[in-house]
């Protein structure tokens, strides 16, 4: 992978809360000979925060 950039925005609307999650990849690949894949796969996890009591 050459390079990754994630940007998160939270907003909420009513009682409702939004997180927005952009991912911009880019992959590169090169080869003398044979076939050559590039892959732009992303692993995202969202955890949870526990309130306190």
Do not use: D
Not at 16 to 43: C, D, K, W
């Amino acid at each position: 992978m050459v390079r990754s950039n994630v940007k998160t925005i939270k907003y909420r609307v009513g009682k409702n809360n939004y997180l927005i999650i952009n991912i911009y990849q880019t992959a590169e690949a090169s080869a003398q000979q044979g076939n050559v894949l590039a892959s732009n796969a992303a692993t995202v996890q969202i955890f949870k925060n526990q309130k306190r009591k």
